[in-house]
Structures are given as C-alpha cells and as structure tokens.
T-cell receptor, first 113, second 112 residues
C-alpha cells in the first residue's frame, strides 16, 4: 500500500459547483498534513495546512480524519482558476524531515465554464 | 513569494555533457531537497540535505550528485547527461522543525 494515495482524476466540474476529494495515508504516526496546488508546468505551492480541528480559508476547507486516516479538501463555488493538480503531503513526525515529506500523486481538477 | 531560485529555467544539452543545476535560497533554511518530476506525473525525491555538509539520497535512484557547502546553495550535477535524464527538476527548502516546503520554479532539462 502506498504511503499516500489520491484519486488522480481528472475531476471535471462545472464552474460554481462544490467539489471535494480525499487523500488517504498509511502511517498512523503521521503528524503534519498539507494541501499543495500545482499548476501545469509550474512548481507546487502550499495551499493550506490541515489541522486536527479542520480549517477554512475562504472557499477552501480542509479536514483531517485520524480514525480513518484521510484528509479532505473541499472547494466551494469553484472558479475556472481553481483548475490545477492538488497534492496531498503527509509527514510522519512534527517538523517532518526530507525523508518524511511524502507527496501524493495529485488529483487533477478541471473547472469547466 | 518564496525566496528560492533555480537556474537555468530551461536547458537543452547534448548527450554526454556535464551539467550543474543551480538552486539558491535566501531564507536561511537548513533543509533543502531536489525532486524530479516528469510531465503529469508525481514528484520523486532524489536528494536532500539537513544542512551544510549533509547530503542524502532520496527515494528515487538518480545518477546525479549534490553538494551543500553553504546553507543557501544546493547544486545538482550530472556528470554525463543522457536522454533518460530529460525531466523537470524542482528544488525546495524548509525550516528545520517545520514541514512546509517552498519550491523553486524548476529547471526543465532536455537531453538530446
């Protein structure tokens, strides 16, 4: 089983819709969780950290479910500019470490007009 | 914007040439990383460093080498480039004790 698994998609979603996708992780000792966004042919950029209590940033909401070992990302009122690949990142311990910074393969999201 | 820079952005080079991809960050981060990513594919960690004089191999076997003589500089070298090395190479850094990684804009390498 891969350490971090994501549905690669693509998710084709009409503009204005709400879309959500999950990322499962295998290491129950994982401590830190992030969502990164990567545009085509660009570098990944941090979208948001995922806290135990969940967190929201504008139209984006991230949740952590430790019991089932997954994190989720919800995008409300989707915009064309939300089209990108969303990468799930998990680290096994506080502070992480290069060998602990595990990227998922990414979920490809396409917002259609 | 993150203060991490990669040069060159694009490089087309012939087989057998030696190349060095540069990566510099001005954030004082101890940890630095090199990832390799083919178009539409996942990131693969090929090298990382915990600080000056520290270098480690990542998950993906690579024929490249790295050095970390200064905190801010983490160059990657290919002694003899081959077409199989054609890919995008992304450098990243993070502060020791936190996990958020900041990425450079990448070097898109084509070996012909």
């Amino acid at each position: 089983r891969k350490e971090v698994e994501q549905d690669p998609g693509p998710f084709n979603v009409p503009e204005g819709a709400t879309v959500a996708f999950n990322c499962t992780y295998s290491n129950s000792a994982s401590q830190s969780f992030f969502w990164y966004r990567q545009d085509c042919r660009k570098e990944p950029k941090l979208l948001m950290s995922v806290y135990s209590s969940g967190n929201e940033d504008g139209r984006f909401t991230a949740q952590l479910n430790r019991a089932s070992q997954y994190i989720s990302l919800l995008i409300r009122d989707s915009k064309l500019s939300d089209s990108a690949t969303y990468l799930c990142v998990v680290t096994p311990s506080p502070g992480g470490g290069a060998d602990g910074l595990t990227f998922g393969k990414g979920t490809h999201l396409i917002i259609q007009p | 914007e993150a203060d991490i820079y990669q040069t060159p952005r694009y490089l087309v080079i012939g087989t057998g040439k030696k190349i060095t991809l540069e990566c510099s960050q001005t954030m004082g981060h101890d940890k630095m990383y090199w990832y390799q990513q083919d178009p539409g594919m996942e990131l693969h960690l090929i090298h990382y460093s915990y600080g000056v004089n520290s270098t480690e191999k990542g998950d993906l076997s690579s024929e490249s080498t790295v050095s970390r003589i200064r905190t801010e500089h983490f160059p990657l070298t290919l002694e003899s480039a081959r077409p199989s090395h054609t890919s995008q190479y992304l450098c990243a850094s993070s502060v020791t004790g936190t996990s958020e990684a900041f990425f450079g804009q990448g070097t898109r390498l084509t070996v012909v």
